[in-house]
């Protein structure tokens, strides 16, 4: 079948849904994240369309927000994808770790990763942040 999503690791305090190349990142960032007291759920899912919709939906429902990371622009991916479903029936926190609605060079993917805060090191600030925003 097509799309679908996988939990890589289980969290109650916030989702991170990532997709190709930013999958790694986003669980070097959830290790990182739990030594700091932050248990992050990972979704590693495979396709923009059809989006896992009951897994996204259980995310919601079970963790402080959602922060999806994209090597694509942030506008009409998976971020907006997300954050529009969710929009209709459980409004959920959605931040987007991705490209900022810029034309991005070529290169070299560590470098660019680099160049656009798409490293782990962003994941875990983004996470932070929603973490931060979401006990106030």
Known sequence: ???????LRQGDDLT?????GMVAAALQAADILAEKGI??????TYAVKPLDQQALLQAADETHGML???DHNMYGGLS??????????K??????????DVFAESGRTTDLYQK???????????????????RM
């Open 1 to 7: 079948s097509i799309g679908g999503s996988l939990t």
């Open 39 to 44: 248990e992050s759920r990972v979704i590693n």
């Open 91 to 100: 409004p959920t926190r959605v931040l987007p770790v991705a490209l900022q």
């Open 68 to 70: 999806v990371a994209e």
């Open 116 to 134: 656009y805060h798409m490293m782990a090191s962003d994941i875990v600030d983004v996470g932070e942040r929603l973490m931060l925003e979401s």
């Open 80 to 89: 907006e994808a997300i954050a529009s479903f969710l929009a209709g029936v």
């Open 16 to 20: 991170i849904v990532a997709i190709g």
